[in-house]
């Protein structure tokens, strides 16, 4: 039985992110500078936020975030929390990310009504006020003069789909 070669994604291990595309090994994995960017031009999440995180993906496309160091490869089932996925045609930030995060953000944040927040967490698509770009954006509800996140919606057409998981949706 042959080995896989270490340049290639694995589905049951985790690999850091590269610090550069530059660095790249693995074809179509992304790099921490990337997705630095990503955070700060499309939600400007500042990217000293990550300082002290690592990224790594397991399998293809889904990335991880964690705190501190760890050494890769590394086989575990879980590390940290999952953030992004790329490796499709528009980078999707997870609802535990943005639950977590979210409130660092200062762009693509539509902020919800009561209703409509009862019906962004019902997991329903609406018809909302936006004036940005189409994509995902971190969908919010004012709480005490705060913009708290509650997950992640994907916006076109002039409505909002919710991607709340199903196993979460209230």
């Known amino acids: 039985m042959s080995e896989s ?4 994604n694995r589905s049951n291990r985790f690999d850091r992110l590269p610090a550069t595309p530059a660095e790249r090994e693995v074809p179509g994995r992304v790099a921490r500078s990337e997705v630095l960017d990503y955070w700060a031009d499309r939600y400007g999440i500042p990217s000293e936020t990550f300082d002290q995180k690592t990224f790594w993906e397991k399998g293809a496309g889904k990335i991880w975030v ?3 160091d760890h050494p890769s490869p590394i086989a575990v089932e879980g590390l940290g929390m999952t953030c992004l996925r790329t490796r499709q045609e528009f980078w999707k930030p997870t609802t535990d990310f943005v639950q977590r995060f979210g409130e660092l953000a200062t762009d693509c944040v539509v902020v919800l009504s009561d209703d409509e927040a009862a019906r962004f967490m019902s997991g329903d698509e609406q018809a909302v006020a936006w004036d940005g770009d189409w994509g995902y954006l971190i969908a919010a509800r004012e709480t005490a003069g705060d913009a708290v996140p509650l997950g992640v919606g994907l916006y076109t057409y002039g409505t909002l789909d919710s991607m ?7």
């Open 164 to 170: 709340v998981p199903k196993g979460r949706r209230r």
């Open 66 to 68: 964690v705190d501190g």
């Open 5 to 8: 070669s270490d340049a290639e």
